[in-house]
């Protein structure tokens, strides 16, 4: 059974940082891509960043020049850096992996889901 379980949210002031990690089981995802979503209070889950089995990296407008977004392969685990919070940034996250393995960039609701994080960034 393949599990993602997130850790690293909690309540940070803004301007301050956090590092959200993903340890996936079950299966490995060295050849795959994995990557972050958000679901805001009231809000539909948006896309955050992905990165892929190669390294390639792709974030949304919002968090370019504040998240990183990396993984350790041999941990099986994703990572997100997240500097410079904003309160907007207030959202559960959520991890993701493709179930295909290859050059597949985008995650889809089909795909591998964790259970999500809460991150809170007060002003």
């Known amino acids: 059974q393949v599990r993602l379980v997130e850790s690293g949210g909690g309540l940070v002031q803004a301007g301050g940082s956090l590092r959200l990690s993903c340890a996936a089981s079950?299966?490995?995802?060295?050849?795959?891509?994995m990557g972050w979503f958000r679901q805001a209070p009231g809000k539909e889950r948006h896309f955050v960043a992905t990165i892929s089995w190669n390294g390639v990296t792709f974030y949304t407008d919002s968090v370019k020049g504040r998240f990183t977004i990396s993984r350790d392969s041999a941990k099986n685990t994703v990572y997100l850096q997240m500097n410079s919070l904003k309160p907007e940034d207030t959202a559960v996250y959520y991890c993701?992996?493709?179930?295909?393995?290859?050059?597949?960039?985008?995650?889809?609701?089909?795909?591998?889901w964790g259970q999500g994080t809460q991150v809170t960034v007060s002003s």
């Open positions: 993701a992996a493709k179930k295909k393995s290859g050059n597949y960039y985008t995650i889809d609701t089909d795909d591998y």
């Open positions: 079950g299966r490995t995802f060295s050849s795959a891509t």
